[in-house]
DNA sequence: TATAAAATTGTAATGATTACAAATTTAGAA
DNA sequence: TTCTAAATTTGTAATCATTACAATTTTATA
C-alpha cells in the first residue's frame, strides 16, 4: 500500500501526522483509539497532540478511508480496512478480531423501505484463545 | 405483556421506577436515550433520578430483559424487544427502526475459531419517508 | 414498631470528545 | 529568496454522558 498516494486520491494532503496515522491505523490488527494511536505515536512525533488524531480521524471519515466501530458502549474504535467485514470482539480478553463474512448472504424481510448504505455487524462472544484456557 | 410478572420472574422485583422504565422502553419504538427515558418519565415521578435510570437500566441488561444499541458514536441507545432483529438508522432523519432478519443466513467464513453470542447488525442509509420528500 | 436490607436519590468525579483561538507550517506569488 | 495567505497543528478550556459514592428513603420482615 503506496500511504502517500492513498491520502493523495482521496484529497487528502498527506502531512507527516496524517501519514503517521494511517499508517498505524491500517497496519494495526486491534481496531486502536484514539487514546492508543496517541500514546504509540507520540514518541515518534513529539510535537503531537490529541487533538490532531481527533481532527485527523474526522477527516478521514469524512473522506471515506476510515470507519469507526462501536462495537462496545464508551469506546469508539478505527478501522483502516474498508473492505467489507465483520468484528468479532472477545468478550473475556478483549481483543477484537476482524471477520471475513458475505453480507449479500443476509436476508432482510421488508428491507424494500429503505435505502442501505453501509451495514456494520458485530459479533460478541469468546475466542478460541480463551476458551481453551 | 404482563410487565409486573415479565420483572418478577427475571429476578426483578418490580418496583415503580423499573415498571414505568421498563414498559416505557418496551412500547418506544425509537430506542431511545437515557436522557430521552428520563425526560418523559419525570413529569409521572417528580422524584426521578438519572442515576436511577443508569441503575436500572444496567440492572435489565445485567438480567438480560434489556440490550443496548450503539449504532452510532456517542449515543448509547436501549431497546427491550430481544427477539433478533437489525436496527435500521436513517442518517437524515435520525430514526431507528427494526429490521427483521434472519440472521442464521449469515455465512461466516472461519467463524469456528471463536463462540459467537451475540450478533449485532447496524444498517445505515435514508428511509423511505426522506427518500420521497 | 423496630431493624436491616434494598432501592432511590443527589452531588461530585471521571473521562472522552469538542470548541476555539493561538502558533506553526506550507504553498504560491512577487 | 522573501512575503503573505491559507492550511495544519497544537493546547487549553468547555461540554456532556457516565460512574462513584454516600446519604436518604422505602420496603420487607421479625
Redesign the pocket.
Known sequence: MDFINHLTSNN??P?????RIFEYLYNSAEHP???TIYSDLVSA???????????????FIDNGITSTLTIE????RYDAIMEEHAHFKCDTCGHIYDVEIDISTLKFKKIKSFKVETTNIYLNGKCNKCLTN
Request: no cysteine; charged share 25%.
Open positions: 487528502i494532503k502531512s507527516l501526522q496524517r501519514l483509539t484514539v487514546d512525533i513529539p510535537t503531537l497532540s490529541k487533538t490532531t488524531v481527533y481532527n485527523t480521524l474526522k477527516l458502549e464508551n469506546e469508539v
